[in-house]
């Protein structure tokens, strides 16, 4: 089995810091919902979040599956590590979500 796998590209770190990022705008506009550029934000954050939301989804399900065909300690537990910063992005997002929309 090959043994070079590269868990953390550079296409996998941009997600992760746009959803982030989209995470952080909607709670802003959460926070502050008085003044005039708040409900642009939080536009702008709810509807990349629900968008990166589903990626995510897709994202960790492949990661689930790529992860099991590796046996080198290392590279499992990069896997994990991307699986866990994948969950809780999405946790986040489902959250952030509910609320923003309610």
Do not use: C
């Not at 509807?47 to 399900?61: A, D, G, K, N």
């Not at 300690?73 to 509910?98: D, S």
Request: glycine content about 4%.
């Amino acid at each position: 089995m090959k043994q070079n796998s590269v868990v953390f590209t550079p296409l996998r770190v941009a997600l992760i810091v746009l959803m982030t990022l989209a995470n952080l705008a909607a709670v802003v506009a959460l926070l502050v919902p008085n003044q005039p550029w708040s409900e642009l934000l939080g536009l702008f954050g709810i509807v990349f979040v629900m968008m990166f939301v589903f990626v995510i989804l897709l994202e960790y399900t492949w990661l689930h599956h790529r992860g099991k065909m590796y046996s080198d300690p290392v590279i499992k537990k990069q896997y994990r590590l991307a699986k866990i910063i994948y969950l809780v992005l999405l946790v986040m997002g489902i959250l952030i979500g509910v609320v923003v929309l309610l």
